[in-house]
């Protein structure tokens, strides 16, 4: 139940991020306007986003003083999948640039040369990169499912509800039940070597086919 409830959040936040942050990443890599240069420095520095801030931040918001406080999603898997989402935009938005800003740099005069605009040619790159991006997207999983400080606060860590693998192993590891927390240790290891595998041979199965 515990690994399942991960997964879930893990991959429904990295769903909602990527609809945000690789859409993001592309229009700041093929646009030109005033400010883009901050834009790509925030986006690198929101990269290193303290998830305590995070949680704090999703917290405040959702709690019943806060502004989506009606809608009672705190200490909710939802609200775990928020902060999840916030935190992993930035990491997307920031990586996807950087693809999509070299694939512009390639292909930029075709594009122009057929009268493709700014969006058109972001969603044609992002498109068009689609492979190199998956290695992005597993990154952005792999920081998702391996955070604890914002999930625990937005999450409550409340056992059978919003209780995953990370913030399992913290408290079991206080409580010392090490079994239990080097177990879930291991499975958590495990697929984050499984994904770092999967963006390796993603990256070099499109080099091979794409080059």
């Known amino acids: ?9 893990s991959l429904a936040a990295t769903a909602l ?7 993001l990443g592309a229009a700041v890599a093929v646009a030109r306007f005033p400010g883009r240069g901050v834009v790509i420095a925030t986006l690198n520095a929101l990269m290193g986003l303290p998830p305590v801030v995070v949680g704090l931040f999703v ?7 806060g502004p989506l ?27 996807s640039r950087q693809i999509v ?5 390639e292909y930029r005069e075709q594009l122009t040369s057929l009268g493709a605009g700014t969006l058109h040619s972001a969603m ?7 492979y190199s991006l998956a290695t992005v997207l597993l990154a952005g999983f792999g920081r998702a499912i391996a955070e604890v400080g914002a999930v ?9 509800v919003t209780r995953v693998m990370t913030t399992t192993i913290a408290l079991e590891t206080s409580k010392g039940d090490l079994p239990l927390a080097l ?19 993603t990256r070099a199965w499109s080099r091979t086919r794409f080059g």
């Not at 917290?59 to 003083?65: I, K, N, Q, V």
């Not at 800003?101 to 740099?105: G, H, N, Q, R, V």
């Not at 044609?124 to 689609?130: Q, V």
């Open 124 to 130: 044609t790159l992002l498109w068009d990169t689609r």
């Open 59 to 65: 917290y405040l918001l959702l709690s019943r003083a």
């Open 183 to 201: 177990g879930l240790g291991f499975v958590l290891l495990a697929l984050v070597i499984v994904l770092n595998f999967a963006a390796h041979a």
């Open 101 to 105: 800003e070299d694939a512009w740099s």
């Open 1 to 9: 139940e515990i690994v399942r409830l991960s997964l879930a959040v």
């Open 152 to 160: 625990m606060i937005a999450g409550g860590n409340i056992d059978g």
């Open 69 to 95: 406080g009606s809608f009672g999603l705190l200490f909710t898997p939802k609200a775990m999948v928020i902060a999840q989402t916030i935190l992993i935009i930035p990491i997307l938005a920031a990586l």
């Open 17 to 23: 991020g990527a609809c945000i942050g690789l859409p």
